[in-house]
């Protein structure tokens, strides 16, 4: 007995992919377009040295300083020399910086000493963060308009965070 198996030609199958590659075409824009895209700005600081304060035997160049309370903005070059105060403005029930002020002054400052790119910022205990990063702002760079296009200017790109309590105590 002779047991005859023929095997049956396969058809190979087609891989068919019309329907997935129909999905991708709706769902990669649909997802794109979902997307929230933000914008995270960093700002470098330096907190000052404790040695450079221990260290008197060495000259230290004249520091410019802005000193930022609820009261107003002050600014300071060299330490103990007033150059601008800048009272706070009234803003419907409180108040509020002025920083467009401060931008204008820390842009005069800069004209005067064109090489120097360090400011202090000293900050009473009680302002707020945004105020804070507000005058960061301002004493870092300012917006101006050159041949048709938006830039941004340089001021005082190094800045150095203090407690006010710092500059009256000394």
């Known amino acids: 007995m002779a047991l005859n ?74 330490s103990n020399v007033l150059v601008k105060d800048i009272p706070a403005k009234e803003v419907g029930s409180g108040k509020a910086h002025d920083f467009e002020q401060l931008s204008m002054v820390m842009q005069e400052v800069k004209k005067q000493l064109a090489e120097k790119r360090d400011v202090l910022l000293l900050s009473a205990s009680n302002v707020d963060y945004q105020s804070l990063v507000s005058a960061m702002d301002a004493v870092k760079s300012y917006k101006t308009v050159v041949a048709a296009s938006l830039v941004e200017v340089e001021l005082f790109p190094e800045i150095s965070l203090a407690d006010a309590s710092v500059k009256s105590d000394g």
């Open 5 to 78: 198996f023929k095997k049956k030609a396969q058809e190979e199958a087609d891989l068919d992919v019309t329907s997935f590659m129909n999905l991708m075409i709706v769902l990669v824009p649909v997802m794109l377009l979902s997307l929230t895209f933000t914008q995270i700005t960093v700002h470098e600081i330096r907190l000052p040295d404790l040695s450079e304060s221990t260290e008197s035997s060495q000259e230290t160049p004249p520091k410019l300083e802005v000193l930022l309370t609820d009261s107003g903005i002050k600014v300071f070059y060299p």
